[in-house]
């Protein structure tokens, strides 16, 4: 699987972020306009992460779902069970 921000299709994704590096994802298209993402993260307590993101309909707003994966992942990669205050 593409790693954040070294190679395949996630080349030029996540750059910058807890998520570079650390997430392996694999993108594709279901039909027209539909696509998903599967995806393995390593959390900030380093806890293994798996899950798919769905996205349906979406046309012209590729863009924008592209956006929100990233805004996903990143999340993910910086959460923490164990984080101050808990």
């Known amino acids: 699987m593409p790693i954040a921000g070294r190679d395949g299709t996630l ?9 570079e590096g650390n997430a392996r994802a694999e993108d594709g298209i279901v039909v027209e306009r539909a696509g998903d993402l599967r995806l393995c993260v390593i959390s900030a307590d ?11 309909n979406f046309g ?11 805004a996903i992942i990143v999340r993910l990669a910086e959460f923490s069970r164990t984080a101050p205050g808990r």
């Open 46 to 56: 380093g806890e293994p992460l798996v899950f798919s993101i769905l996205a349906n």
């Open 11 to 19: 080349v030029h994704r996540l750059n910058g972020t807890a998520a």
């Open 60 to 70: 012209r707003w590729a863009d924008a779902v592209e956006k929100a994966e990233d």
